[in-house]
Structure formats: C-alpha cells, structure tokens
C-alpha cells in the first residue's frame, strides 16, 4: 500500500493527539492540536515576532508534528484562574512558558478565547491565570508574551509565595528557574 502525504500529515496528528492526551487529561489542560504542520526537520519551535502589533492567533503559531506532542494548552478568561474547556486554534495568545533556555523543550501556550486584540495597558488587572498542575509545575526556564500581555510566575499554587515582576520575554528565568507553579496575565 503507498502512503500518500495526506495519510502522513493525518497520521502525525493522530499521533501527536494520542500521544499527549494521558498526561494532559491530568493537566486540565486542553490535548495538542490536531492541525500540527508535518514536521519539516526545522527547529521543533519556530519563534513569532513577539513585538508586533498584528494579534498572534493560536493557529498562526507555527509548531511542527513533533513539537506539537510536546504542547500543551491553556485558555484563560478575564477574572478567573484555572485552564478553560476550549479548542486550540480558537484564541489570541497571550503567552507561551517553556521547559527549557532560549525557548526549547515543552511549552504550554496560554490564550484568551474571547480576545481579539490584546490586552489592556498596566498590570493591575487580571486577565487569568492557572495553577500549571503536578508534571509541569517547577520545570518552566523561558517566557513569552504576545499581544500586549505580560505574565506573572509564583512559586506557589493559586498565585501564593514568592513570584516574579510582570513578564514581557525572558529567555532565562534566572533565580526564578524551574520555580514556577502558577501564573496569572495582565
């Protein structure tokens, strides 16, 4: 039987959405998305201009197959903590916290379902958070933040203990590395 690349392309996704879905069902987190490109050999990640001002949607993120089964997804709301039940590809990203320096290993995209342009100036307001839950907790090292939107880390669950300013990129958390167990956007 040959294999087209319309059957590849369809089995990486199944793979990278299998693949992920036990550890992310223990997450609360939404399973990787299953409009993944085939992977390219390229970089897992391709890195998005973060200071642009044209909105990052969730589906212009570039992730290739296998990146793709190291993602993981988290929609937050306006006033509330804790990853939202929504679709990947439907949301304007306001942040992406990785594993490892200079942006590699595991990320976990973080994004608001109803925002289309970004969020408001300052930092006194709460534009969600949520706890990262027990396999991504202590293990983020880089930040990124899209659409006007910054992020704060705190070592401790539900936005206690110690934690970070408010987070525009950081390619090395620094003291804070491998700290992280939740976050809260502003």
Do not use: W
């Amino acid at each position: 039987m040959t294999i087209t690349t319309h059957h590849r392309t369809r089995r990486a996704r199944l793979a990278a959405v299998v693949g992920g879905l036990a550890a992310i069902a223990a997450l609360g987190m939404t399973a990787p998305a299953a409009t993944a490109a085939p992977d390219d050999g390229a970089a897992p990640v391709r890195v998005e201009a973060v200071t642009s001002d044209t909105p990052v949607m969730v589906e212009d993120l570039k992730i290739s197959a296998t990146a793709a089964a190291k993602t993981y997804y988290c929609a937050v709301l306006d006033g509330t903590f804790g990853c939202k039940n929504a679709k990947p590809g439907t949301g304007l990203v306001v942040a992406r916290l990785y594993q490892h320096i200079d942006y590699g290993g595991f990320q976990v995209v973080v994004y608001n379902p109803k925002y289309k342009t970004g969020c408001s100036a300052g930092t006194g307001d709460n534009e969600g958070g949520a706890n990262l839950g027990t396999a991504l907790s202590n293990k983020i090292t880089s930040v990124k933040t899209y659409n006007h939107c910054d992020v704060r880390l705190y070592n401790g669950n539900n936005k206690s203990g110690a934690y970070t300013g408010f987070i525009d990129k950081d390619s090395y958390l620094g003291s804070f590395n491998d700290r992280a167990n939740s976050f809260r956007i502003s």
